[in-house]
């Protein structure tokens, strides 16, 4: 599709125009009910060309609510935003197991981000640039005067030369308080430059935030009899084992770790989502952390004790509930509100406890009854949709084609059948 160069910087209404004319001429045109869908209402449009460049419509992906998670001796209602039908069924499954069981404890997540700064030709000068220390200090936190005003700004240095590239590389943590913290410490990165120049000796490369995320460290844990986990006909020891043993096969084989992994981060990254927080982010930080050894392995940990099942979770969780997307869009602000506006780190934290209920409902299901079952009485829902079932229909459509053939051939022909006259 060829775009005129007026497009980005067309009102968003008119870019829209632009577009569909343009999918027209080029000979796929867009469907009514695809545009309808994502021009409205007008203040999401509003709000999508303020966030993004060369905007022409807002997706509404669904929230639900996980209910019935006790993190911390608190009861807690988790926003979710997802596309994945039975993520939020698992995670509030999971929650009602591990609620008889005390709850989810959590720990760590400092309100730390760090930003790179790199500069070619100072490999040589890593003890020079340590020892500015008191001057890079102020000249960070100059850079973020309002940052410092609310309690935050610099926290530690380190420099480290990459010998390969004949580079020095400078790390500084900056508090970022409830903020994510990407903008403040990019910021930050960019002012020392000049300092850094004339100190090292060389010149900076580039400067940005690390993704890797280290002080967002927090931790999940469980203890659950292992009398609640029986399911499909086996009873709760040998479902405890075959978790543990799940968890064994995960760590011994990354193809196998990344999918178990991909289940945490189902969790973590929808409530990310839900309070408008940057889910590659959080992606890229669990990921590292899983091949932090030089082999990638499960990020949580499962054992057996004293006839309980012990389940632990540990993984970076940069979240802010405060700035960025979050400050300036109300679906993130609802999100937060449903949470009751916890600070950034109580956010990572509950976070954890959903990535790590996410986990255990996604291995109970898989070493019992498999997890098709589950997911084919949602997907019949949709298929029912698909085939015209609206209202009421679509629950009695999918409830008809659940027990049989799960397709949308019998999804029309149980839609046609209830809808038949004289029925
Ligand atoms: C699906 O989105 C997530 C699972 O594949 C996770 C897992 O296999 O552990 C079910």
Same mark, same amino acid.
């Given at each position: 599709m060829t775009l005129p160069e =007026?497009? =980005?910087y067309a009102a968003v209404a008119e870019r829209r125009d632009l577009l569909r004319a343009a999918a027209a001429a080029g000979g796929h045109p867009l469907g009514d009910a695809?545009?309808?869908?994502?021009?409205?209402?007008?203040e999401a449009l509003e709000l999508a060309d303020l966030m993004v460049e060369s905007a022409v419509g807002a997706l509404a992906v669904p929230v639900g609510i996980a209910a019935g998670f006790l993190i911390d001796? =608190?009861?807690?209602?988790?926003?979710?935003?997802?596309?994945?039908?039975?993520v939020i069924a698992a995670a509030t499954h999971a929650a009602r197991l591990v609620r008889g069981g005390g709850g989810f404890t959590t720990g760590g997540g400092l309100p730390l981000a760090t930003v790179q700064i790199f500069v070619d030709g100072?490999?040589?000068?890593?003890? =020079?640039v340590t020892a500015a220390e008191p001057r890079i200090r102020e000249w960070v936190d100059a850079a973020v005067p309002a940052l410092v005003a609310r309690g935050g700004g610099y926290r530690g240095l380190r420099v480290r030369a990459l010998p390969a590239g004949g580079m020095l590389k400078v790390e500084v943590d900056l508090d970022c308080r409830d903020?994510?913290?990407?903008?403040k410490v990019n910021t930050a990165g960019e002012a020392l430059r000049p300092l850094l120049e004339r100190i090292g000796g060389g010149e900076v490369l580039m400067s940005i935030v690390t993704n890797a995320s280290r002080h967002h460290l927090c931790t999940a844990r469980f203890s659950c009899p292992e009398g609640r986990l029986a399911r499909a006909g086996r009873g709760g020891a040998e479902m405890a084992e075959r978790v543990v043993r799940a968890n064994a096969v995960a760590a011994e084989d990354p193809d196998r770790a990344i999918t178990h992994n991909k289940g945490i981060m189902n969790g973590i990254a929808a409530v990310a989502l839900a309070t408008g927080n940057d889910t590659r982010a959080v992606e890229a930080a669990a990921h590292l952390h899983a091949g932090r050894s030089g082999s990638y392995g499960p990020l949580s940990t499962y054992r057996r004790?004293?006839?309980r099942l012990a389940g632990e979770l540990a993984v970076p969780i940069p979240l802010g509930s405060a700035g960025g997307a979050v400050s300036v869009h109300p679906g993130a602000r609802f999100g937060l509100q449903v949470l009751g506006?916890?600070?950034a780190r109580a956010l990572a934290r509950i976070a954890c406890a959903v990535g790590l209920a996410q986990n255990l409902a996604a291995l109970t299901a898989l070493v019992g009854e498999g997890i098709q079952r589950g997911h084919l009485r949602l997907h019949a829902r949709r298929l029912a949709f698909q085939a015209g079932a609206r209202g009421a229909e679509v629950e009695r459509v999918a409830a008809r084609i659940a027990a049989g053939r799960v397709d949308e051939a019998a999804a029309a022909a149980a839609l046609a059948d209830l809808r038949r006259p004289g029925r």
């Open positions: =007026r497009f =980005r695809e545009w309808a869908a994502t021009g409205q209402p007008a001796g =608190r009861e807690i209602a988790v926003p979710m935003a997802t596309e994945e039908p039975s100072a490999a040589g000068a890593a003890s =020079r903020a994510m913290g990407a903008n004790e004293d006839g506006n916890p600070g």
